[in-house]
């Protein structure tokens, strides 16, 4: 009776541990936890009204470097909401991107350069100095569609 008794009480002692064990576990936040609350810190901190952020469809994309993806809402100076905008994080090297200003700079670069990408190899010979930041802007511009692409085109499916 004893034994059965001690039995008993081993078994359910061992349950104990194991359920501690396993809130414990339970406890530890995931990488992609960690990886989000990273890229929320940092778009924080870009914001005018940090507290005022919120977020919605935030993911761990399936590239290589694991960048998060998401949409924040944050307030403005006047202190009115502004609406979802898609932002971009990348853990590596802490690039933030926000679309709605990429597509607004983009949009500045084509209309200073007269609407269209110039070809850097035309006109080498004797540039006037506007040809020279003409096609300087384009590059620059040309540049950051790549990194527009890269951040919301290429990959965003993975959030929505």
Same mark, same amino acid.
């Given at each position: 009776?004893?034994?059965?008794?001690?039995?008993?009480?081993?078994?359910?002692?061992?349950?104990?541990?194991?359920?501690?064990?396993?809130?414990?576990?339970?406890? $530890?936040?995931?990488?992609?936890?960690?990886?989000? !609350?990273?890229?929320?810190?940092?778009?924080?901190?870009?914001? $005018?009204?940090?507290?005022?952020?919120?977020?919605?469809? +935030?993911?761990?994309?399936?590239?290589?470097?694991?960048? +998060?993806?998401?949409?924040?809402?944050?307030?403005?100076?006047?202190?009115?909401? *502004?609406?979802?905008?898609?932002?971009?994080?990348?853990?590596?090297?802490? !690039?933030?991107?926000?679309?709605?200003?990429? *597509?607004?700079?983009?949009?500045?670069?084509?209309?200073? *350069?007269?609407? !269209?990408? *110039?070809?850097?190899?035309?006109? @080498?010979?004797?540039?006037? @100095?506007?040809?020279?930041?003409? $096609?300087?802007?384009?590059?620059?511009?040309?540049?950051?569609?790549?990194?527009?692409?890269?951040?919301?085109?290429?990959?965003?499916? +993975?959030?929505?």
């Amino acid at each position: 009776m004893a034994l059965v008794l001690l039995m008993a009480l081993g078994a359910n002692l061992s349950d104990a541990a194991i359920k501690k064990s396993v809130k414990k576990e339970a406890a $530890k936040p995931s990488v992609d936890q960690v990886l989000i !609350e990273k890229a929320k810190d940092a778009i924080r901190e870009k914001l $005018k009204d940090p507290e005022s952020a919120q977020f919605r469809n +935030v993911r761990v994309g399936a590239e290589d470097f694991k960048p +998060v993806r998401g949409e924040v809402n944050a307030k403005n100076s006047y202190g009115g909401y *502004i609406g979802y905008d898609k932002f971009y994080f990348n853990p590596v090297d802490h !690039e933030i991107g926000f679309e709605r200003s990429m *597509i607004k700079t983009i949009e500045d670069g084509i209309k200073a *350069i007269g609407g !269209e990408l *110039i070809d850097d190899d035309t006109e @080498r010979d004797g540039d006037s @100095r506007v040809n020279a930041a003409r $096609k300087r802007v384009s590059r620059e511009t040309r540049i950051l569609k790549t990194k527009y692409t890269k951040m919301f085109l290429n990959g965003w499916d +993975v959030v929505n």
